[in-house]
């Protein structure tokens, strides 16, 4: 096996890390992943993908999308398992953002708790409501919901 030896099939690193193959295939084809073809055309990945299919996971979790995480990913290194230094200057790109992000969900918490917790049921009172559509000028979505 060579320099095998120490690496996952896909079938593995699936188990181990909790995602899909077909998941992963995918990933590797963004290039958010790689792996290295054994002579049979076998795909092995090294162990230190399991930390980057981690990070895809949760990134993927907190709203980040795809092209955002590989072009976080693409600053890691790929010949070394990436240090503490290299995860913190990855992250502080996104401390502004998620920090948004953040503020907008516990405000989107706090109004929703508001909204179904008064009971009041009347679309009079509601700050929800919209009469003839006004807040079309504002934006397209639940705008009193996402902003402040």
Do not use: K
Not at 109 to 114: E, I, S, T, V, Y
């Amino acid at each position: 096996m060579g320099r095998h030896e120490h690496s996952l099939t896909i079938g593995e690193l699936s188990e181990r890390s909790g995602v899909a193959a077909s998941a992963l295939r995918y990933y590797e084809s963004l290039g958010l992943i790689r792996s290295e073809r054994t002579s049979g055309n076998q795909r092995r990945y090294a162990r230190s993908t399991l930390r980057r299919v981690a990070f895809v996971r949760t990134a993927q979790q907190v709203g980040l999308d795809l092209t955002e995480i590989g072009d976080a990913l693409a600053e890691l290194p790929c010949e070394r398992t990436p240090t503490r230094a290299d995860w913190a200057r990855l992250s502080r790109h996104w401390r502004q953002r998620l920090d948004t992000q953040i503020r907008q969900i516990e405000r989107l918490r706090d109004r929703l708790d508001g909204c179904i917790g008064c009971g009041c049921l009347s679309l009079q009172r509601c700050r929800l409501f919209n009469p003839g559509d006004e807040l079309a000028t504002e934006g397209p979505g639940a705008v009193r919901l996402i902003r402040d």
